[in-house]
C-alpha cells in the first residue's frame, strides 16, 4: 500500500499525525510519499484568520517545503519536514528554524531563501490542489490518499489525534481508519473537543 501525505509543514496536528503514519509503516505494509498542502492557499480570501497569521508567516516553511520537493524529491521532502520539528534544540511545541532543518536534512541551507518570495507559489498551490481535488472540494490538512487497500484509492482528511500511538496501537488506527473511510458513502466521522498536541 501506498500512502500519499500531503501536510502543512506548520501544522502541529498535522506533524502528529504524520508520526503516526511513520510508526504504521513499522506493523503494517505501507509506504509514505510526501507532498505540500498550504494552510495560507486554504484560508486565501476569508473575513477571518483561522491560523492567527496577519503576517502571512505560514507561508515561509511550506515554500520552502515546495521547492525541495521540486528540486530534491518527496523522499527528501520527509527529511525535511522532520528535521523542522527535530532540530528546534530541546522540547519544542512549533518548527524550528527553517535553515538549520535544511542542513540536518542534508540539503542546502540557501533553500530557505525560498521562503521570502512568492516565485515558488505554483509550486505550492499545485500540489494544494492536488489534494483538494482528490477530497472533491476544501478540505483542512493533512489529507491522505492511499492505493493498494482496494480497488479504489481511500481518500481521506486527518486523522486529527493529539498523541503518537505507537506499536500495534497504530496499525489498529490505521486498519479503522481505512475501514472507515473506505465505506461507500461515507462522508465525516468527529469525535470530542480537541486536546493540544502533544510534539516532541
Known amino acids: ?8 509543514p506548520s501544522c502541529p496536528y498535522t506533524w502528529v499525525t504524520s508520526r503516526w503514519l511513520l510508526k504504521v509503516t513499522e506493523v503494517r505494509p505501507v509506504e509514505v510519499r510526501w507532498h505540500v498542502l498550504s494552510l495560507s492557499v486554504l484560508n486565501e480570501g476569508r473575513d477571518d484568520d483561522p491560523e492567527g497569521d496577519p503576517e502571512g ?4 516553511p511550506v515554500r520552502i517545503a515546495a521547492v525541495v520537493a521540486d528540486r530534491y524529491g518527496q523522499e527528501a521532502l520527509g527529511r525535511f519536514y522532520t528535521a523542522l520539528w527535530t532540530t528546534g534544540g530541546g522540547e519544542q511545541h512549533w518548527i524550528g528554524d527553517p535553515a538549520t532543518a ?3 536534512a542534508g540539503l542546502p541551507a540557501d533553500l530557505a531563501e525560498a521562503g521570502s518570495t512568492d516565485e515558488h507559489d505554483h509550486l505550492v498551490r499545485a500540489s494544494h490542489a492536488e489534494a483538494m481535488s482528490l477530497m ?7 489529507v491522505i490518499a492511499v492505493t493498494g487497500a482496494g480497488p479504489e484509492p481511500v481518500v481521506f482528511f486527518g486523522p ?3 498523541q503518537v500511538p505507537d506499536g ?3 496499525g489498529r488506527l490505521w486498519d479503522g481508519t481505512l475501514l472507515v473511510a473506505g465505506t461507500p458513502h461515507f462522508h465525516e466521522l468527529k469525535g470530542p473537543s ?4 502533544r510534539t516532541p
Do not use: C, H, N
Open 1 to 8: 500500500m501506498i500512502a500519499d501525505f500531503w501536510f502543512d
Open 57 to 60: 508567516y505560514l507561508w515561509v
Open 102 to 104: 535544511l542542513t540536518a
Open 136 to 142: 472533491g472540494g476544501e478540505s483542512g490538512t493533512p
Open 160 to 162: 486529527v489525534i493529539s
Open 168 to 170: 500495534e496501537q497504530a
Open 194 to 197: 480537541r486536546e493540544k498536541p
